[in-house]
């Protein structure tokens, strides 16, 4: 049964399906979701209201990474590769996974939204009209810490040694964090190690390209140089 995948083109978590989708070659169809998510039919399958989102075989899935584990779960011939192994392996995986989703993006979406046009979440200082003259320095911390955590978690650490985040194969946390990182180059200057890494994934990963169109074209004219 074919997934039906909703998702809001230019974003990177919608991108962080479409590669366990396009990577694994699932066979779905992409929805635009714009406009969609508040609706009575959305919010009655989708709690949530948001997207991504994915209908497969009756269940009715949000949140990227629980989406993913799904698509791994449900389609193991095709995706079960992207979360492989052991309890030790998997978990692992969820933790960058997890902390890609949570502790980096927070930081991805305080540095960038303001410049792309997104918009924030409430009590955010973008998002707070009496603050909107620290709006500039607000973005300016975020990227700080957005460029250290790159750099320490990431190209210091789990590329240090190893082609992907996981090992020599990639896997959902590869799908969850690179996808971002067509934003974060909105704010920082990518470390080379994590240039190469996107390099080798769009050159070396069929249909990862693809799958990331969206939020690499979209802030191809934003790239911080």
């Known amino acids: 049964m074919s997934v039906t995948f909703h998702a809001l083109p230019p974003s990177a978590n919608s991108s962080c399906v479409r590669c366990v989708l396009e990577c694994g ?8 979701a714009y406009g969609q998510t508040r609706t009575p039919e959305y919010l009655a399958k989708f709690p949530t209201n948001l997207a991504p989102a994915i209908e497969h075989d009756g269940a009715c899935v949000s949140e990227t990474n629980a989406i993913n584990r799904y698509l791994c779960a449900a389609f193991p011939s095709e995706a079960g ?3 492989p192994g052991d309890a030790k392996t998997r978990a692992k995986v969820d933790m960058i996974a997890e902390y890609s989703g949570i502790t980096l993006y927070n930081l991805v979406a305080k540095a960038v939204y303001p410049t792309i046009g997104f918009p924030l979440y409430p009590g955010d200082v973008a ?4 603050l909107k003259d620290s709006v500039a320095q607000s973005q300016a911390d975020a990227a700080d810490a957005l460029l250290a955590a790159i750099n320490d978690k990431y190209a210091n650490g789990w590329l240090k040694d190893s082609p992907f985040l996981c090992g020599d194969e990639p896997t959902i946390a590869d799908f969850r964090f690179a996808p971002v990182m067509y934003f974060a180059r909105v704010a920082v200057v990518l470390p080379p190690r994590v240039v190469e890494y996107l390099d080798r994934l769009e050159a070396n990963v069929p249909g990862f390209k693809d799958a990331t169109e969206g939020p690499r074209g979209f802030t191809a004219d934003k790239v911080k140089a």
């Open 25 to 32: 070659g699932i066979a779905h169809d992409e929805v635009n």
């Open 81 to 83: 590769k992207f979360y």
């Open 127 to 130: 998002a707070t009209d009496a």
